[in-house]
């Protein structure tokens, strides 16, 4: 998969656009790149670089005289492509980066056997795929608020992860997605749910940050219940929930 793929699913993801509007996107980069590096405007492609660069040159490319027309006559859409992927690209950066500079610790690790740290980086690649399945399985929103920007949302453990087994860590049923408020409360103890999704709320918050975090008992959250789920609820309730 392209990093132009990359860019329209994340279209897909954090728009509302059309697939024919994100087809239009991902195609202006492609042409805004090319055109620009036959003008010596840049010199290299726009969808190698990394963010400062891209940075560097998008400010070269929107003084240039050929853009700014190509633009206008465009009603701003090259403009607002080069905005969009500098969104893109600095999540996408941000991402890789974080995930490389983990799976070189691991990898230079002098602790670890062979067998740890291959186990260790396929556990890495199921937490990828714990929090995709979150976030489809919720919609792409915090169970509790509603927030729907992904980037913002935290894959988070009913059971807590360093205490589950393997299948455990990777149980879509284990988990929650999560503002980072919510999480911190959540993964605290702080507010648990009942089997019917109903908010419980810690005495240890107090009702003035009840208050300012614009929570109540009286919320009910779909947490898209199962079996599994209720059973880690239960034990979040029993074991971690402070009363």
Known sequence: MTILDEFSNWMRV??????????????????????????????????????????????????????????????????????????????????????????????????????????????????????????????????????????????SHIKPWVICDNEERIDIENGLLLCPNMDRLFDYGLITFDDRGKMIISNFLGEQNVSRLHISKEIIVDLKPSERLLKYMEYHRDALFIN
């Open 14 to 155: 954090n728009t509302s656009l059309a697939e024919s509007s994100i087809y239009k996107y991902q195609r202006a980069i492609n042409t805004i790149s090319n055109e620009m590096l036959e003008c010596g405007i840049i010199y290299k492609s726009l969808i190698e670089m990394d963010c400062v660069e891209y940075d560097i040159a998008v400010l070269n490319i929107v003084n240039n005289e050929y853009f700014i027309h190509k633009n206008l006559v465009g009603n701003n859409m090259y403009s607002s492509s080069l905005k969009k992927f500098r969104y893109f690209l600095r999540e996408y950066t941000e991402e890789n980066i974080k995930e490389r500079e983990i799976e070189e610790l691991i990898l230079n690790s002098n602790k670890l056997t062979v067998t740890e740290k291959q186990i260790l980086i396929k556990s890495r690649i199921g937490q990828g795929k714990y929090r995709d399945g979150l976030i489809q399985k919720y919609d792409g929103k915090c169970v509790v608020t509603g927030i729907d920007r992904t980037r913002l949302l935290i894959a």
